[in-house]
């Protein structure tokens, strides 16, 4: 552990969902939710107002819907959009210092001790935070970001979450278990649902409660290396370095169980939680991966892996889970399983069609309302006429907007941009030739 409180972790503030209401000034203040917006698609981000209803990321679009009020904007995403938000605020990081560690797209590590002069006092770092954060919504066009400073990678990220959104915390050198302790065990990376379950079978609620537990017993609840990185974690020791320019090859979890598990019922169920935690965070890094592997450790000790490469990159935890469990109908449950694991890989950046993909449904309108247009099979229609809610389009003589809704052969546009009062409703012919496809709005004034 650091002598100073030197790392810093920046998460942006539900930050697909920002970059659409700074986007699309009709939207401000109002529920967004983005992702998958077909029958069978995954929320990826829940602005604050949706998440207000109970809406958040890796529930299923359907869900989402039924809890979120009429008027909830339900989109697809605009990956370029994102991603040049995203080079700000990292260029933005990387003049604190050369150490910065992306984690996804709206998150990074910094080290402000490698960062030449900065003053690393608790009123130094609180200062350069402060600063950070109003450049960054400066420098966005209103996106905001939650900042935790630390001794160590675990303390910051602790911090960044303590109060969210726009929120800004140093945990000072000899505060961190007075933080830590108080808070739900489930704050720890390393505590998944199936975790936290077993945890609380033995009466460990909070980070103390698990910090109070012998590193025995917790190397016989969640096996050697789990145990020992919980018991570790659990008093603070986190000794992780910031790592720049970190390639991820491929995203996973696994378990350790309490005891050796035959039943088929009960390991799908793993599977599935398991699986919609690395969709989840494929998602957050906008990846998608065309190969899902199982991990599997039996009863004595034998691990083997089975894989399936899927013929298109996925992120969808629903396909994930799905490949997961034949594989594990393959392997076999002969004798128990102490360990079980999911991953994919064969990661690839998002294009679009991937991040948010979904079944070949129909998309209902973004925003219900009585002008927009129905839900109802499209007629056949080139690559570049099959609208999507959310996309950003252009029109000969109405100018830039973006899409509301379609169906029924027809797509309804709201003509606004980040720099204009919320704008006028059309609705067009879907093959309008007047219509295109376009680039993402600038949200910087011209100058």
Do not use: N
Request: glycine letters at 12%.
């Amino acid at each position: 552990m650091r002598g100073a409180a030197s790392i810093l972790h920046l998460d942006l503030d539900a930050f697909f969902a920002a970059v659409e209401q700074r986007d699309k000034p009709s939207l401000r203040g109002r529920p967004v939710v983005v992702g998958g917006v077909g029958g069978r698609g995954v929320v990826a981000t829940a602005s604050y107002e949706a998440r207000a209803y109970g809406a958040r990321s890796a529930m299923s679009t359907a869900e989402a819907r039924r809890r979120c009020p009429a008027g909830t904007a339900f989109l697809g995403g605009r990956f370029a959009a994102y991603r040049r938000t995203s080079d700000v605020v990292m260029g933005l990081l990387r003049e604190l210092s050369p150490l910065v560690e992306p984690v996804s797209i709206d998150e990074a590590y910094v080290d402000l001790a490698a960062g030449g002069e900065h003053d690393l006092s608790v009123d130094g770092v609180t200062a350069l935070a402060q600063e950070l954060k109003e450049r960054i919504e400066a420098a966005t066009g209103g996106v905001t970001g939650s900042v935790g400073i630390g001794t160590s990678k675990l303390m910051a990220k602790i911090g960044s979450d303590l109060q969210k959104p726009d929120g800004l915390v140093v945990v000072a050198p000899g505060q961190e278990l007075e933080v830590l302790h108080p808070l739900p065990v489930t704050r720890l990376g390393g505590v998944g649902p199936a975790t936290a379950e077993r945890l609380h079978q033995v009466g460990v609620k909070t980070v103390g409660d698990l910090a109070a537990r012998s590193l025995p017993d917790l190397v016989a609840l969640a096996g050697r290396a789990h145990g020992a990185g919980l018991h570790a974690l659990a008093r603070a020791d986190d000794e992780r370095a910031v790592v720049p320019d970190r390639e991820v090859k491929s995203v996973s979890h696994e378990e350790t169980f309490e005891r050796d598990l035959t039943d088929v019922g009960v390991l799908a169920r793993e599977i599935d939680s398991m699986a919609a935690r690395v969709g989840e965070r494929l998602r957050k890094s906008a990846f998608s991966g065309r190969t899902v592997t199982l991990k599997l450790r039996r009863y004595d000790f034998t691990t083997l892996t089975r894989s399936q490469t899927l013929p298109q990159p996925t992120d969808d935890p629903r396909l994930i889970a799905s490949t997961a469990r034949r594989l594990l109908t393959e392997a076999g449950t002969a004798g128990g399983l102490r360990l079980l694991g999911v991953g994919v890989s064969g990661l690839s950046v998002y294009a679009q069609g991937d991040l948010f993909a979904d079944s070949d449904e129909p998309q209902e309108a973004a925003v219900a309302a009585p002008d927009a247009a129905a839900t109802e099979a499209e007629p056949d229609l080139p690559a570049d006429k099959r609208w999507w809610p959310g996309q950003d389009v252009r029109h000969d003589e109405l100018g830039a907007g973006w899409v509301w809704g379609r169906g029924l052969g027809r797509v309804t546009v709201r003509f606004e941009g980040p720099l204009t009062p919320p704008g006028p409703v059309r609705t067009l012919t879907a093959d309008d030739p007047a219509l295109q496809p376009a680039e993402p709005p600038d949200w910087r004034p011209p100058g």
